[in-house]
Nanobody, 123 residues
Framework: VQLQASGGGLVQAGGSLRLSCAASGRTFSMYGMGWFRQAPGKEREFVAAISGNGGSTYYVDSVKGRFAISRDNAKSTVYLQMNSLKPEDTAIYYC?????????????????WGQGTQVTVSS
């Protein structure tokens, strides 16, 4: 599986961005998908995840109510809608795929990673 993340950019605090992650292959629904982020000098952090059929989602507390993860299995794409962005959301955002349809909070639990997309939120 190859993952291609896109949609990052520079936005002012309070603004919105939508990240996309397009996957290759025809078994996308068999993969749980996650979004992680990594700020300079910090460890990679879990942000959100969604099960293979989209019926289950999970968020880190700091983004609950602001971010929404979704997926379109027909398009083999997972999305991260980010609203009310804050400067502390600034990071490189990565999508990841975990075979077996469910998801994990641990980066080590994922089998494939995208290349990352930069999100910068100015104050």
């Amino acid at each position: 599986v190859q993952l291609q993340a896109s949609g990052g950019g520079l936005v002012q605090a309070g603004g919105s961005l939508r990240l996309s992650c397009a996957a290759s292959g025809r078994t996308f629904s068999m993969y749980g998908m996650g979004w992680f982020r990594q700020a300079p000098g910090k460890e990679r952090e879990f942000v959100a995840a969604i099960s293979g059929n989209g019926g289950s989602t999970y968020y880190v507390d700091s983004v609950k109510g602001r971010f929404a993860i979704s997926r379109d299995n027909a398009k083999s794409t997972v999305y991260l809608q980010m609203n009310s962005l804050k400067p502390e959301d600034t990071a490189i955002y990565y999508c990841a795929a975990k075979y077996g349809s469910h998801w994990s909070l641990n980066p080590g639990g994922y089998d494939y990673w995208g290349q990352g997309t930069q999100v910068t939120v100015s104050s």
